[in-house]
């Protein structure tokens, strides 16, 4: 959580100097950099989560796959990693969402009897859900969108800062403000 906060005060800052290619470029290498980061965080956080074998499996092979295609788009189009890459995070967002359901899965078909309300890792789990499935389609138009409608883009832009508090909250909900667990 600390180093997306330095990530998006990094990117803030770089929004307020004049837009040229070289503040572009630290922007998005940032960004890129960053996704990186920040898929590989989620999915060794999922991979803790679960317990069943075969979602474990199939969570590595996703990882791969997404790596696999990241590096490929890297290495295929030299200057990818210094400009704009809104189908690739489309592609990451994707992923996450895919890992989550695995997790909601599991803990649907655990025995165990679990708390929703108070179970922290299924509210970080509703939170990164959330957030991530409700930003697939703008990540996927959003070479599109910047061109075509620089004023939908900036409302575009705006939701998607108020779903990441919305993600930061499911956080905070989940870590500083627990409920006791209910014993029955």
């Known amino acids: 959580m600390v ?13 307020l100097v004049p837009k040229n290619s070289i503040s572009k470029m630290i922007n998005y290498t940032v960004l890129n950099i960053y996704s990186i980061f920040e898929i590989s965080l989620l999915y060794f956080f999922i991979y803790q989560i679960l317990t069943r074998r075969k979602l474990k499996v199939s969570l590595l092979i996703l990882f791969t796959l997404y790596s ?14 210094i400009f704009s890459q809104g189908p690739p995070f489309a592609l990451e967002n994707l992923l996450i969402t895919i890992a ?8 649907m078909n655990s025995n165990a009897v679990l708390n929703f309300e108070s179970n922290a890792n299924f509210i970080i789990i509703c939170g990164i859900l959330f957030y991530y499935s409700i930003t697939i389609p703008f990540y996927f138009s959003y070479s599109l969108l910047e061109k075509i409608s620089p004023e939908f883009f900036k409302i575009f832009s705006i939701l998607n800062y108020v779903f990441y508090a919305l993600l930061f909250f499911s956080f905070t909900k989940a870590f500083l403000c627990q409920l006791p667990e209910q014993k029955y």
């Open 3 to 15: 180093i997306s906060l330095i990530v998006n005060i990094i990117l803030k800052i770089s929004d």
């Open 68 to 81: 696999v295609i990241y590096i490929s788009i890297l290495f295929l189009y030299q200057k990818s990693f």
């Open 100 to 107: 989550c359901f695995f997790v909601i899965y599991e803990f």
